[in-house]
C-alpha cells in the first residue's frame, strides 16, 4: 500500500489545525511524523483515516481519494489506525477485543490470525479472557497492536505508542516494530518522544502548527542543530541501526 | 382536545392494568435498541409512538384498512421516519444528542398539531368503533392485552436476536468507542441508524396499539413527553441487555400504580420525581 497526503487542511470547527500537510509512505517502508505537543500529529492521522476529516485536499491509498470516506473504508482498505492511550474496548475482554477486529473486516485475509497473535504476544494469551479495561498499560499496547493486526493490514499508524510506557516495554515495543517492518507493513509512527522515533525508523516529518517544516531522513535531523532544538531533542543518543 | 386529553391520561393512568405494564414493556425495549444497546440516549422517543400512531389511525380512517394491517404500517413508517432522521441526529453525541431528539420529537409534534389535513376543526382524528364503517371491531380489554403481550413478546426476542447478531456485536463497540469502532472497520453510521429505526419500528407499533385503544386522537395524546420519560427511566432502572428492560417496566408500572392509587392527582409530578430520583440514583451507584 502507497499512501499520499496531499495538502490536508483540517479544522475543529473555527480552529485551523492542519493548514496544508503533505507526507508518502511506501509500502513496507517506516516513516516518523515528528512534532511538539500540539503540532497536530493526531488530527493528521484522524484525517487519513476519516475520523475527523479533511476540509481540502486528499488522502490516496493506492491512489483512491478517500479524504470524505468513512473511517470503516480505509480500515478494510488495509490501513489500520493505533490510536494513542488506553483505547481499547474495555467492557469487553482481550480476545471479544480481537474477535470484533477480525470480523469488522471479513475480507481481509493473510497471515495473521488470533493464534498468531498470541504467539507473538505471550502476555496478552494469559490474560486472554480479562477485560481489556483492566489490563496494564502495556498489555492494552500489545492489544492495541494485535487487534489491528488480525485485520491484516497493509499499513499501520501508530500514534504515540510509547506514551506513559515503562522503558522496558518501551524496548520490547521496538521489537514489536521491527517485526511488522519484516512483515513488509507500512509503518506511520507519530511521536512527541523524537529518539524512539529516530531509532525505529529512517525517515521522517517535522510538523509543526499543522505544516510540515521538515522532511527529510534521520541522518539529516540529527546534523541539523536547528531541527533538534526543535524536537526538543538535546543531544544525539546511542544509535540503534 | 381536552376530552382526547383525558382520555388520553385516563387510559395511560389505569393503575396497575395489565395493558399499561405491557406497554411499558415494550416501550422499554424500543428505548433500549437506541440508548441502552448503541449508547444514544434518547429524550424524544416518543416521536416513533406518535408517527406510528398516527399513520395507524389515518390508514383505518382514510383507507378504511383493518388495525391489523394498519397497525404494522405503523410501525414500518415509524422505522421509515427513524431511517429518514437518524442519519442526521445520530452525528451528535450524548447530551447533544438528548437535545436532538427532543427537539425532533417536539417540532414533529408542532408540525402535526398545525396540520390542517390531518383531523377535523376540532384537531381530534377519531377512529370510528360504531357503525357501518368501523374498519376493525374494537378488541375488548383482553383483546389489547393480548396485543400489547404479543408485542411485547416480539420486541423482547428481537432484541435478544440482535445482541447476539453482528449488529449487535457493532452497537456494543459503538457504546464503547465509536470512533475506535470505525477505526476497526465496523460501519459505525449504518449501525447506529439501524438501531434507531428499529426502536422507532416498536415504538411506532406501540403507538398505533395505543392509538386504537384511545380512538380520539391529538398531538397532546400521542406525543406525551411523559412516555419519552418512561421509555428512559426503564432502562436506567433496570438496566439495558435483553431482560433489564422487562424489569425496568415492572418497576415503573408498580411506581406509578402505587403513586396513583395514593395521590392521583400528583400522579405526573410524583412518578416524575420519582424516575428523576431513580435515574440520579442509579447513575451515582
Ligand atoms: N477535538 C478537538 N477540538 C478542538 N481542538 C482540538 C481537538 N483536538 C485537538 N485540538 C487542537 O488541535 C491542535 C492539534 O492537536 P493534536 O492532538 O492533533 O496534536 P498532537 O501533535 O497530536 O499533540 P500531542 O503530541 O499532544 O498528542 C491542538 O492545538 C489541539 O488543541
Ligand atoms: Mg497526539
Known amino acids: 500500500m502507497r499512501l499520499v497526503v496531499e495538502g490536508l487542511h483540517t479544522y475543529y470547527g473555527a480552529s485551523h489545525v492542519l493548514q496544508g500537510a503533505s507526507l508518502v509512505v511506501e509500502p513496507g517502508e517506516a516513516v516518523a ?117 488480525v485485520t491484516n493490514p497493509e499499513m499501520v499508524l501508530l500514534d504515540e505508542p510509547t506514551e506513559g510506557l515503562a522503558p522496558a516495554v518501551v524496548e520490547e515495543l521496538g521489537q514489536w516494530l521491527g517485526l511488522l517492518t519484516r512483515e513488509n507493513l507500512g509503518i506511520l509512527l507519530a511521536e512527541q518522544s523524537a529518539a524512539f522515533a529516530l531509532a525505529h525508523t529512517a525517515r521522517g516529518y517535522l510538523l509543526e502548527k499543522g505544516r510540515m517544516r521538515f522532511e527529510g531522513t534521520m541522518e539529516e535531523i540529527w546534523d541539523s542543530a536547528e531541527l533538534r532544538s526543535a524536537l526538543g531533542v538535546a543531544e544525539h543518543p546511542n544509535r540503534t541501526r | ?125 377519531t377512529i370510528t ?44 463497540v459503538i457504546r464503547d468507542d465509536e470512533d475506535l469502532a470505525g477505526a476497526l472497520g465496523i460501519a459505525v453510521r449504518p449501525a447506529k441508524v439501524a438501531a434507531f429505526s428499529l426502536s422507532g419500528a416498536l415504538a411506532g407499533l406501540a403507538g398505533g396499539v395505543y392509538a386504537f385503544q384511545v380512538t380520539a386522537l391529538s398531538p397532546a395524546v400521542l406525543f406525551a413527553p411523559l412516555l419519552s420519560v418512561v421509555m428512559v427511566a426503564a432502562v436506567v432502572a433496570g438496566g439495558a441487555g435483553v431482560l433489564g428492560p422487562l424489569r425496568g417496566a415492572v418497576l415503573l408500572w408498580l411506581l406509578s400504580a402505587g403513586v396513583g392509587s395514593l395521590a392521583p392527582e400528583l400522579r405526573d409530578v410524583l412518578v416524575a420525581s420519582l424516575i428523576v430520583a431513580v435515574v440520579l440514583v442509579e447513575e451515582g451507584r
Not at chain 1, 116 to 139: C, D, N, Q, W
Open chain 1, 33 to 149: 511524523l515528528l512534532g511538539r505537543n500540539g503540532a497536530g500529529k493526531t488530527t493528521l492521522m484522524r484525517s487519513i483515516v476519516g475520523l475527523t476529516p479533511a476540509r481540502s485536499g486528499s488522502v490516496l491509498v493506492d491512489g483512491r481519494d478517500l479524504r470524505r470516506a468513512p473511517p470503516y473504508r480505509s480500515a478494510r482498505l488495509g490501513l489500520a489506525f493505533v490510536p494513542s492511550g488506553r483505547r481499547v474496548f474495555s467492557s469487553l475482554s482481550v480476545a471479544e477485543n480481537l474477535e470484533v477486529a477480525r470480523r469488522s473486516c471479513p475480507r481481509r485475509r493473510g497471515p495473521w490470525t488470533l493464534k498468531r497473535v498470541y504467539e507473538v504476544f505471550p502476555k496478552l494469551a494469559e490474560v486472554r479472557t480479562r477485560r481489556a479495561g483492566h489490563l496494564s498499560g502495556g498489555e492494552q499496547q500489545m492489544l492495541k497492536i494485535g487487534r489491528a493486526l
Open chain 2, 129 to 172: 368503533t360504531v357503525g357501518l364503517h368501523q374498519p376493525t371491531a374494537r378488541p375488548g380489554p383482553l383483546g389489547f392485552d393480548a396485543v400489547y403481550l404479543a408485542l411485547a413478546a416480539v420486541s423482547t426476542a428481537g432484541v435478544s436476536v440482535l445482541v447476539r447478531s453482528r449488529l449487535g456485536d457493532s452497537l456494543a
Open chain 2, 1 to 125: 382536545m381536552a376530552v382526547a386529553i383525558g382520555a388520553g391520561a385516563l387510559a395511560l393512568a389505569r393503575p396497575g392494568s395489565l395493558d399499561t405494564l405491557l406497554l411499558y414493556a415494550v416501550l422499554a425495549q424500543s428505548w433500549n435498541l437506541i440508548g441502552g444497546l448503541a449508547g444514544y440516549a434518547s429524550f424524544g422517543q416518543v416521536v416513533f409512538f406518535g408517527v406510528g400512531g398516527y399513520l395507524t389511525a389515518l390508514a383505518m380512517v382514510r383507507l378504511g384498512l383493518s388495525f391489523y394491517l394498519a397497525m404494522p404500517l405503523g410501525g414500518l413508517g415509524a422505522a421509515l421516519f427513524g431511517l429518514a432522521v437518524g442519519d442526521l441526529v445520530l452525528r451528535v453525541r450524548g447530551l447533544y444528542f438528548a437535545v436532538a431528539t427532543l427537539v425532533l420529537a417536539g417540532a414533529t409534534k408542532a408540525v402535526l398539531s398545525s396540520w390542517p389535513g390531518l383531523a377535523g376543526p376540532s384537531g381530534v382524528l
